[in-house]
């Protein structure tokens, strides 16, 4: 596409067209008889409890469970990814999907609360193709537990396919 032409698309306003969503893929009624669809990588959507495709949104909100433990918690997504400020006899950390929940613990740690690296948009939403994309600014989220042991801090990185 030639500059002219590609400065022209990306200054169309558009509305997400939500019935067309996929795993990968966002379409845009862009106006004028014209239509895009961005297509990413990795999955932005995820199919709801009633099969209508949403957001993916893996920033951590603090949350607090039934028995008081006070948590970092993903936002929106196929799976939950859920940090605890402390241990308390149970799990630090845990990745729910469904009916199934896998669950780890650091024995011994000395657990402190989770930081959480709350980071900048990693683009300029300077063009209405920004615009539109700004979508993976919520796929990524970040906590670290500082000085689990002696010289030893942990950093879980949430993203669109879990936990690493």
């Not at 008889?33 to 920033?59: C, L, M, T």
Request: aromatic share 8%.
């Amino acid at each position: 596409m030639n500059p002219k032409m590609s400065t022209a698309f990306e200054s169309l306003t558009g509305r997400e067209i939500v019935e067309r969503r996929t795993a990968n893929v966002k379409h845009f009624d862009l106006g004028q008889g014209r239509r895009q669809a961005v297509i990413f990588a990795s999955p932005v959507h995820y199919k709801n409890a009633k099969g209508a495709w949403e957001e993916i949104d893996n920033r951590l909100v603090e949350k607090t469970d039934a028995k008081g433990r006070r948590r970092l918690e993903t936002k929106a997504g196929p799976f939950r990814a859920r940090f605890f400020e402390d241990a308390d006899g149970g799990s630090l950390a845990s990745l729910k999907s469904g009916d199934v929940e896998f669950a780890w613990s650091y024995p011994g740690a000395c657990v402190s609360k989770p930081a959480h690296a709350k980071k900048a948009l990693r683009r300029s939403f300077d063009s209405e193709l920004s615009r539109r994309m700004k979508v993976t600014d919520r796929l990524h989220d970040d906590v670290t537990y500082e000085s689990l042991f002696p010289g030893m801090s942990v950093r879980m990185t949430v993203d669109e396919l879990g936990v690493k």
